[in-house]
């Protein structure tokens, strides 16, 4: 138990003031008197030591002073029920007391008084307690709408562009801002005005954040930092009183930079979902908008500000003359990626065997967030296991935590189960090295990681930024590859397939409706991906098309992935040897990696070139450029590839029970 939180609380001083009030009444109305018991008094009465005597009328209660009998002016009172209040009066009588009184309590003033104060009193110290408690602190009481900036102090630790890899372009432009602030004559002399915004936007854990640290550390001018979601309170109005602090701060600090993080939690599109337009978030968002269109041009005051969405931003926001400079940080590339695990290598105990240079072109389409991530989690490796340097083995698990998760070595399968993940996996393997587009196959493993029972990585040589149709296909024999072994081996497919026929629908259908590499439907754009922000990713798509269209999309959608069907078919068929090969590997071995596979796929047979693919089977082909004309031109009424003008054929199935295909 916390004691100290619950002493910093308030319960502890509400109740000491309850007390506090109490022993205060109890002194001012005490009246002196000792407390005995009914039998007692009566008893006192009988036998002639009492003196006087008073019946207070309404709290039945009989108070008593002492002769020479009993104790020489002791005051004593007792209380009694009411049915014996005729035995004590008649006692009283009995006694000839010197004198008998009777009195009717009247209220004092101060208990009067003070209980119609105490309960505001108590209802305000508690009102009092629980705003110091969400403003942080007593001093902070009234102040709802001051800003919650961070000032970035001279003793908080510096980040420099020297500690920033992989996003050379946007240090450029920084670095061009950080000119300004400090030198803003010689821009001005040529007519140049101060940049108003600056906004980062990426995917998540590409360094922007530390972009706006790595400014702060270099601009030397005052840098507020805080995050969007402090803007918005349960008071109505605090965020818009916070963002005029914020300014005022900074134009009286001036030059200076503010930092916005997150600035998509305020900066939402106004008007969109069902909530209206007048709630705290819209009223937050349009003093922002203020304040950065009224700026004046030599406050020399900039603000930053990172989002992962800027899609959902305000065009108001965006517009020149608030934003400025929008600046995309993406994922690094191969030399950003490999200047990043520099970095983060800076101060571990890399082996000498360990070349980043590799290890960068194993993680293609990591952040930075990830290859910080790499490096920790080979250092924890390394500590857990009791070494001393941080080796390719390590590292190489480190990868593999990273993409699918920490191994499941709870999770024991039976030997069918392993035999049919490791031909599930095989045929993956098998498919994506016998296709003459795809990438190469760098690991196979049949280790349950994550939620998969085994998995299969295929890793480019090098950063691509497009991918062509043969790829895409490829993409999709590939992942059929593993339900098509199962299909030959053992006639009886599992679920484990679920996830890779998940993955091959929706790819097959950007094909289709978003690409334009069917054909049949030609370059069309289908559906509008865009929706309201607030209404949630389900009901982002929009389906601009006809019935008509809809089921030729899912003809064609289908039939992709029939011909990625037999494609794998065919190469796997074909390599049967090579199949069998490499699931006798992986259950001896259960992960192979790159030099023993292309060991296993040395001989493998690959699949025959596709037809040049036309858009278009209605075209004439002298009408077509010489070169994209294929070896060998389509007539008329001929389908090349699933031409229009005849009906396409359905793609080969495997039969239940094929001649010649051995079961395992």
């Known amino acids: 138990m916390d004691f100290k939180r619950i002493f910093r609380g308030p319960i502890v001083w509400i109740v000491l003031a309850i007390i506090a009030v109490w022993v205060g009444s109890s002194l001012l109305t005490g009246s002196g008197f000792r407390t005995i018991t009914t039998q007692q008094g009566l008893e006192y009465l009988e036998s002639g030591a009492v003196e006087s005597a008073t019946v207070v009328d309404g709290e039945q209660r009989v108070d008593l002073t002492l002769n020479e009998a009993g104790e020489q002016g002791q005051q004593v009172q007792f209380y009694y029920v009411e049915p014996r209040g005729e035995d004590v009066i008649a006692a009283i009588d009995a006694a000839n007391l010197q004198s008998f009184d009777d009195e009717v309590p009247q209220t004092n003033w101060f208990t009067s008084l003070l209980g119609i104060i105490l309960p505001f009193l108590i209802i305000g110290v508690i009102f009092w307690f629980l705003l110091s408690s969400m403003q942080g602190g007593g001093n902070r009481v009234m102040q709802f709408g001051k800003s919650k900036a961070k000032l970035v102090s001279k003793e908080t630790p510096k980040v420099t562009f020297a500690d ?63 995050s969007g979601s402090d803007f918005v309170e349960m008071f109505v109005g605090v965020g818009a009183s916070r963002v005029r602090d914020l300014f005022e701060q900074a134009k009286q600090n001036s030059p200076a930079i503010i930092f916005v993080d997150e600035i998509d939690a305020v900066g939402r599109h106004r008007g969109a979902g069902l909530g209206g337009g007048h709630d705290e978030r819209e009223q937050t968002l349009n003093q922002l908008l203020v304040e950065m269109d009224g700026f004046d041009v030599k406050t020399n005051v900039i603000l930053i500000a990172a989002t992962n969405r800027p899609d959902i931003l305000d065009p108001a926001l965006l517009r020149p003359g608030r934003f400025d400079r929008q600046i995309g940080v993406d994922a690094p590339d191969l030399p950003g990626r490999q200047r990043i695990l520099e970095v983060h290598g800076k101060g571990k105990p890399l082996a000498k065997s360990v070349d980043l240079a590799v290890l960068a072109r194993k993680t293609p389409g990591f952040t930075g967030a990830d290859l910080a991530n790499v490096l920790n989690e080979a250092a924890l490796l390394t500590a857990r296991a009791g070494a001393q340097l941080i080796d390719n083995r390590a590292l190489d698990e480190a990868v593999d935590r990273v993409m699918a998760g920490p191994q499941r070595r709870s999770r024991v399968m039976n030997d069918k189960e392993r035999l049919i993940t490791a031909y599930h996996e095989g045929g993956h393997a098998l498919a994506a090295a016998a296709m003459r587009h795809t990438d190469p196959v760098t690991k196979v493993t049949i280790l349950p990681r994550g939620r998969a029972l085994g998995y299969t990585m295929v890793l480019p040589l090098e950063d691509k930024y497009s991918v062509t149709r043969n790829e895409l296909l490829d993409q999709l024999a590939y992942a059929m590859g593993g339900r098509v072994a199962e299909e ?32 049949n439907v030609g370059a069309v754009k289908l559906g509008q991906s865009q929706g309201e922000v607030f209404l949630g990713r389900d009901m982002g798509h929009q389906r601009d098309y006809s019935e008509q269209i809809a089921e030729q999309v899912d003809a064609e959608v289908r039939l992709l992935i029939e011909q990625a069907h037999d494609e794998a078919y065919k190469v796997i068929t074909a390599n049967r040897d090579i199949l069998d090969r490499l699931a006798t590997a992986l259950l001896e071995k259960e992960t192979l990696d790159h030099d023993e596979l292309a060991e296993i796929f040395a001989d493998v047979k690959k699949l025959d070139e596709r037809p040049q693919w036309l858009s278009s089977r209605n075209r004439p082909i002298s009408d077509l450029p010489p070169v994209q004309i294929p070896a060998k031109a389509p007539v008329d009424g001929e389908a090349v590839d699933g031409g229009v003008d005849s009906e396409p054929s359905r793609p080969r199935r495997i039969p239940r029970r094929n001649p010649g295909i051995a079961t395992a």
């Open 164 to 226: 920033v890899a992989g996003a050379n372009e946007a240090i450029e432009e920084l670095q061009e801002i950080k000119d300004f602030l400090k030198d803003p004559s010689r821009f001005q002399a040529v007519g140049a005005r101060i940049p108003k915004g600056v906004l980062l936007y990426g995917p998540p854990g590409t360094g922007k954040t530390l972009l706006a640290r790595a400014v702060a550390g270099e601009a030397g001018v005052p840098f507020y930092s805080i």
């Open 488 to 519: 030959v081996v053992f006639h009886d497919p599992t679920t484990g397939a679920s996830n890779d026929i998940e993955k091959a629908t929706a790819t097959a259908r950007k094909m289709v409706t978003e690409y334009g590499m069917s054909a």
